[in-house]
């Protein structure tokens, strides 16, 4: 059985229906990309994983668990993390205080002090700016910070809605060496991304969504390599 899987979710807003039917499913310790056109339903479908939207029909399991209609609190317990579009971090809160939000469910005091130095590790520039106030970060390392928020609650499937939109090439590459490290370290990924090409080059595996419909998956290999895919996604 897959760590997370989803069938026939879908998703409306009033009358619009936003998410049609979808089909997918993440294993354990894979990292999946999601890839459409602006508008396709893919932060749509994060949002209604994460608890954040309500399913008007379909199911979501995680790790054998039907989690369909679980709000957004009683996931994150379970191991179900969302960077969201955006960044979302406390703006008047410190870069520590930020990372210390991001453990509040747990208790395990020597843990959480051991995850934050390995965050810390892992953006170095987040532990040059912790006692600095989040809303005043450039935008690459605001998204630093809620990617890191996100890991100090030890997700097993971490959700990751845009981490590249608005920041420069060598901000991008840099979270990207992130998202990987994360990956090999274990944590199952489910990433949104609008820069189709680096997605698939950091996936395992990759659907395509089109109109709130997954309409092709395959291997992130066999994808890039699709001449469908190159042309609609990656400007040839």
Do not use: C, W
Request: hydrophobic content about 45%.
């Amino acid at each position: 059985m897959s760590l997370l899987e989803v069938k026939g979710l879908e998703v409306s807003y009033g009358g619009i229906v936003a998410v049609r039917g979808i089909h997918l499913a993440v294993e354990q310790g894979e990292l999946v990309a999601l890839i459409g056109a602006n508008g396709a339903g893919k932060t749509t479908t994060l949002k209604a994983l994460a608890g954040m939207l309500r399913p008007s029909s379909g199911s979501v399991h995680f790790d054998g668990h039907a989690i369909t209609r679980e709000p957004s609190h009683r996931l994150l317990p379970r191991g179900i993390a969302l960077v969201p579009e955006g960044r979302g971090v406390f703006a008047r809160l410190t870069v520590r205080e930020n990372l210390e939000m991001g453990a509040y469910i747990r208790h395990d005091r020597a843990a959480v002090k051991a995850d934050m130095a390995r965050v810390l590790e892992l953006f170095p520039r987040l532990h040059e700016r912790r006692a600095q106030v989040a809303g005043t970060l450039s935008g690459g390392e605001q998204q630093m910070l809620a990617i890191g928020r996100a890991l100090m609650g030890r997700p097993r499937l971490l959700l990751l809605d845009e981490p590249s939109m608005g920041l420069a090439p060598m901000m991008v590459q840099k979270i990207f060496e992130v998202i990987r490290m994360i990956s090999a370290e274990g944590v199952t990924v489910l990433l949104v991304e609008q820069n189709a090409s680096l997605a698939l080059q950091a996936a395992n595996r990759g659907y395509v969504m089109e109109s709130g419909a997954i309409t092709l998956t395959d291997s992130a290999a066999a994808l890039l390599a699709s001449a469908q895919v190159r042309q609609a996604y990656l400007g040839e």
